[in-house]
């Protein structure tokens, strides 16, 4: 059988205990097993604190960058086999593993763009300088500094390659060396991505170590100068947050939690509208995409009372034709979820769900005798005003039609109950009902994505995160940001205000010529 190995302190090593299994998510077929007891995470905290580190803070955030280039490229030329590794470890449909490999590969690709204007600086000025005297001869500048510390990631387990890629390309370009812990269940995968990536030899020793299996007692030595940068459920999320001596030291903490993303249907849009195509698309699509496994995938569809009936059987419609299968089968249009405890969750979340809604199509009773494949199910609520539609994430190819009043107060209403979500889409041609409800949406939303007529064709689709816009959201989804741009590598780096003469601050630490901020 084969191991699932770890890459600490120079060495793929796998650990001692007893090993978990990694099974094929569609016929239930063991494919490897993965535990990590024994290996030293002390020891690779230190490695990459005293090798890693130095070694990329020697570099300049231009030569970094071009560090990024070519993992990206080391990446894609294992595409075709980790596409094939995906459909066969993670239940992913050809499409789907392409979405999780090529968004990897393009994220780091962005970032190796980011990070190119930055030239040939070991620090990033953050605005401008300011006067802080009587007169300019007492000055102050803003400078972004990396730490000198180490970056754990721990990723959840249902973006294997992009979710590693994502954290990754902003230390890198940061200049702080990263240990990655991807989810378990999909580890066999991450093992794929990391040996790619470690074994292309581009990366200086110890920027990159790899744990597969159990965090074990790895946030028992993070210190000060260290971040914790995590990806999951909020109810993992929040365990770790209050880990002590992450709270002891003030370690960084950046959290993406779960999210009850909502799609909103505006009272104008009619059915002939491209807005409308444009709604059933990207809801199904999100319902059925990585079998719902996506953080952002619309959980909560938001349709005037009056035309409920209308929308839920247009969504019916074309849900039909995305049938859940083997994810080897070319014909596949909906993947497995990705677990025996993936499937138990989503059947408790349905069942709990089902008690205020009625289940208009799919539902637990499309469940396999074998494998963890579920058909796409669409609830109609009968309460909407029912906390679980707000609060319990089924993270499945599953949501829920809400009717609203049609009223932009309500929309904000009801879209602000998730409490605090990644990404929310407006669907409407109304631009005072739309900013409306935008305002209202925002500081609740991480992201706001709006669909228009105008921009149907256009656009990319609201469960997609993007490398130049933020992904993370306030409250539930837990309260981080990543992403962004440059603004991906601000948790990485130290701000410091540098005060003393103009002449030496402003000539050693100003922008100069160089494109500033982070
Ligand atoms: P999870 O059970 O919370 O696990 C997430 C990660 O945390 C895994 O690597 C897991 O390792 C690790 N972990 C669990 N307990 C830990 C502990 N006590 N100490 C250290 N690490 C620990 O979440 P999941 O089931 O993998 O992922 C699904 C969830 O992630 C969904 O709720 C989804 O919404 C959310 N998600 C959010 C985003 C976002 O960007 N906001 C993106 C993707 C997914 P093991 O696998 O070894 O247990």
């Not at 005003?385 to 089924?394: G, K, P, W």
């Amino acid at each position: 059988m084969k191991r699932i190995e770890s890459y600490l302190v120079g060495r793929w090593a796998a650990g001692t205990g007893k090993p978990e299994l990694v099974v094929n998510p569609f016929t239930e077929e063991p494919l490897a097993e993965v535990n990590a007891d024994g290996l030293d995470r002390a020891a690779a905290v230190r490695h990459a604190r005293e090798v890693g580190g130095p070694a990329l803070r020697q570099l300049t955030f231009g030569a970094r960058a071009e560090l990024l280039k070519a993992l990206a490229a080391a990446l894609y030329e294992q595409r075709e086999a980790l596409i094939d590794l995906s459909i066969q470890a993670a239940g992913t449909t050809r499409g789907d593993a392409k979405f999780d490999i090529d968004g990897a590969t393009g994220t780091l690709a962005a970032y190796a763009g980011f990070g190119k204007q930055l030239g040939d600086r070991r620090f990033l000025c953050d605005g401008p300088g300011i006067q802080l005297g009587r007169t300019p001869r007492f000055w102050g500048q803003h400078v972004l500094v990396p730490r000198p510390g180490v970056a754990v990631h721990i990723n959840a387990f249902n973006f294997p390659a992009w979710g590693m890629a994502e954290k990754l390309a902003c230390s890198v370009l940061a200049g702080v060396p990263a240990i990655e812990k991807p989810g378990t269940p999909t580890a066999l995968v991450a093992e794929a991505v990391a040996r790619a990536l470690i074994d292309s030899g581009i990366l200086p020793e110890g920027a990159l170590q790899f744990l597969a299996g159990s965090a074990g007692d790895l946030l028992d030595h993070m210190g000060p100068m260290d971040l914790l940068a995590f990806t999951g459920s909020a109810a993992t999320g929040a365990k770790l947050r209050a880990h002590p001596n992450l709270v002891a030291n003030n370690v960084r903490v950046n959290i993406e939690a779960d999210s009850l993303n909502c799609a909103i249907l505006a009272p104008d849009v009619e059915s002939t509208s491209d807005a409308y195509d444009e709604f059933l698309s990207n809801v199904v699509q999100d319902m059925t995409q990585k079998a719902g496994q996506k953080c952002t995938a619309v959980r909560r569809i938001l349709v005037p009372a009056a035309r409920v009936e209308e929308v839920a059987g247009h969504l019916i419609e074309v849900l039909k034709r995305h049938r859940s299968g083997d994810p080897a089968n070319t014909d596949t249009r909906v993947g497995t979820l990705t677990s025996a405890a993936q499937l138990r969750d989503v059947r408790a979340g349905l069942e709990r769900l089902a008690e205020a809604a009625h289940v208009r199509c799919g539902g637990i009773d499309t469940v396999r005798s074998k494998g963890f494949g579920i058909e796409p199910t669409l609830l109609v609520a009968i309460n909407p005003e029912a906390d679980d539609f707000h609060q319990l994430e089924v993270f499945g190819p599953v949501a829920s039609v809400l009717p609203y009043d049609g009223s932009a107060a309500e929309a904000v209403r009801l879209a602000n109950r998730g409490g605090g979500s990644l990404v929310a889409s407006v669907y409407s041609n109304d631009g005072p009902w739309t900013e409306e409800v935008v305002l209202g949406i925002a500081p609740w939303h991480g992201r706001v994505w709006i669909g228009s007529d105008r921009v149907k064709g256009q656009a990319t689709a609201p469960g997609l995160v993007l490398p130049h816009t933020i992904h993370g959201g306030p409250g539930r989804a837990g309260g981080g940001e990543e992403l962004g741009g440059l603004r991906g590598l601000a948790p990485y780096l130290q701000r410091t205000a540098v005060q003393g003469f103009q002449g030496f601050v402003a000539k050693a630490f100003g922008a100069g010529d160089a494109p500033a901020q982070a």
